[in-house]
């Protein structure tokens, strides 16, 4: 079973976070959140409070096929001045795993220096951003191992992208219908 980190800081985007969780669960990948200090409840953007399986220092890495930051932000501020996040950006990015970042999060990406030519993120993000080829028009974006995404309206779209790709088209197809995203996560 494939396993993703997802790294929950306060000030996240509770719709982004929430709906990829959803879909990676339902899809068979096992979901990590991790909190960034050793407060288990994490209150988001909008007031939400979450609660998360462990401190991200107690994540072995290597068990890990992805990692996935949500966007908002406090929490993607909070992502890129993290020296964990940050070194768990590069380390993954060394070993060709795959990095995924939605709404303004690929900030965090580019602060660890991960963040390729060819992204996308919340308009606006990318003036914050010293990387060419951000694409505006397109709801998911894989570049090399990194996959970035838009914002809240396409957290669904993401997380479906994600699980074609560490499980299989065939159960991302049958996500798709059965959250009847088939004409919005084309």
């Known amino acids: 079973m494939p396993k993703v980190l997802i790294p929950i800081a306060t000030g996240f985007e509770e719709i982004e976070a929430v709906n990829i969780i959803d879909v990676l669960r339902r899809g068979g990948i096992d979901v990590i959140m991790a909190s960034l200090t050793n407060e288990m409840l994490i209150k988001g953007a909008n007031g939400i409070v979450v609660q998360c399986d462990c401190e991200i220092t107690s994540v072995c890495m290597n068990d890990m096929d992805m990692i996935v930051l949500p966007g908002g932000w406090g929490g993607t501020n909070a992502l890129a001045s993290d020296v964990n996040v940050q070194r768990i950006l590069k380390e993954m990015n060394a070993k060709n795993k795959w990095i995924g970042a939605i709404c303004a999060a690929p900030f965090a990406l580019f ?76």
Do not use: H
């Open 111 to 186: 602060k660890a220096g991960v963040l390729k030519a060819g992204y996308t993120c919340y308009p606006s993000v990318e003036e914050q951003i010293d990387v060419d080829g951000y694409q505006e028009e397109d709801n998911v974006v894989e570049t090399d191992n990194i996959m970035t995404s838009r914002g809240p309206a396409t957290a669904i779209c993401f997380g479906l992208a994600i699980v074609k790709k560490l499980v299989s088209d065939e159960m991302s197809e049958s996500l798709r219908g059965g959250l009847l995203a088939q004409s919005c996560c084309q």
